[in-house]
């Protein structure tokens, strides 16, 4: 609330004078003697005709009020966003079972600390759109860069282990990458894509996929996930479920040069600490600019000041007239 002129406020300063002036003038009743007088009961101290004063001075108030022009105002944000166009691409290939990763220290699934992870990403990139790449025998598009956040998440709940075959075909995962950003206008489009593995399945390699993103200038920044060495899987066995510890075969030299290509950055994430570390690292490497303009409508509401001042008023003048009228 505001007032346009709040200048004229000041004539609420005449209100005190103007109760004491009130107070103690009035008519006069002429008479030959007060005997008669004195046989009335004197009754209430309170004199009855003040409510008259008060009311009068509640609608001068009321008036002034609205002369000073009140307004109240509501504020409104404009967000301008100069964001950054992210793919996610995702390995849920069979390697992603192994169990090397915890949660709580209980052994979890890659996927599942993953998923995790980039859960996390995605609430911290509101102003950007983002998309979903699932890559396995093939790669297709989850989910296609959207703003709405939540359907994302959604889909990337529906990932799971396998749903694309049990291969690692990282160069068709760039591949479809760049169908879907080439020729997308933005300040900067770029491609996480994390794997546990090598390429092995796919129509096209990786660095032929790489030199083509480069060519759009996308950028790519790659993430190995696993364990050094052997890593334990939860496998069937005569004995009921039991860990088996395999190899992990992670191309990190690929990864590394398919990252150069495209002026992005290679990480090894080897536990759920250092994944978590790896999505905050690029978070902070592709900043969205992000304009905030606020501004304020107003609406005037003199008249409402206005109406109540002229009801206060009509009521004063039917008291002053029937109940708490005066002899002259």
């Known amino acids: 609330m505001r007032f346009t ?7 609420l300063l005449l209100i005190v004078p103007l109760f004491f002036f009130g107070r103690f003038s009035g008519g006069t009743v002429k008479f030959s003697g007060i005997s008669s007088f004195k046989s009335i009961h004197a009754g209430a101290k309170l004199n009855p005709r003040l409510i008259l004063l008060v009311l009068r001075l509640f609608a001068i108030t009321l008036f002034i009020l609205a002369l000073a022009r009140p307004q109240s105002g509501k504020t409104f944000s404009k967000i301008s966003s100069n964001g950054v166009d992210i793919m996610l691409a995702i390995d849920t290939s069979g390697s992603m079972r192994a169990m090397d990763f915890k949660i709580d220290d209980k052994p ?6 993953v998923k995790n992870v ?25 989910c296609p860069l959207t703003l709405d956040h939540g359907i994302l998440i959604d889909f990337l709940d529906r990932t799971h282990i396998g749903m694309v075959g049990e291969s690692t075909a990282i160069g068709q995962a760039i591949g479809t990458t760049v169908n879907r950003l080439k020729d997308i206008k933005s300040k900067s489009r770029i491609l996480i894509l994390l794997t546990d593995g090598r390429n092995n399945s796919g129509q096209i390699g990786p660095m032929t996929a790489a030199k083509i993103s480069n060519t759009y200038n996308i950028k790519i920044y790659t ?9 334990p899987f939860l496998t069937d066995t005569f004995f009921g479920k039991r860990f088996v510890y395999q190899d992990v075969d992670i191309d990190e030299e690929t990864l590394q040069e398919i990252a150069q290509a495209t002026g992005g950055k290679y990480y090894r994430a080897a536990n759920s600490e250092e994944l978590v570390k790896i999505y905050d690292d690029i978070d ?41 009228r005066k002899i002259p």
């Open 108 to 113: 979890t699934e890659r996927l599942t600390i």
């Open 284 to 324: 902070k490497l592709e900043k969205t600019e992000v304009k905030i303009n606020e501004y304020t409508e107003y609406e005037e509401q003199f008249k409402w000041f206005l109406l109540v001042g002229i009801m206060v008023l009509l009521v004063e003048i039917l008291l002053s007239n029937t109940k708490l």
């Open 5 to 11: 002129d709040p200048y004229l406020l000041s004539l």
């Open 118 to 142: 980039v859960k996390d990403f995605i609430d911290k990139r509101t102003h950007d759109r983002i998309g979903l790449i699932v890559f396995g025998d093939e790669a297709f598009t989850q």
């Open 223 to 231: 993430v190995g996930v696993g364990t050094r060495g052997k890593a």
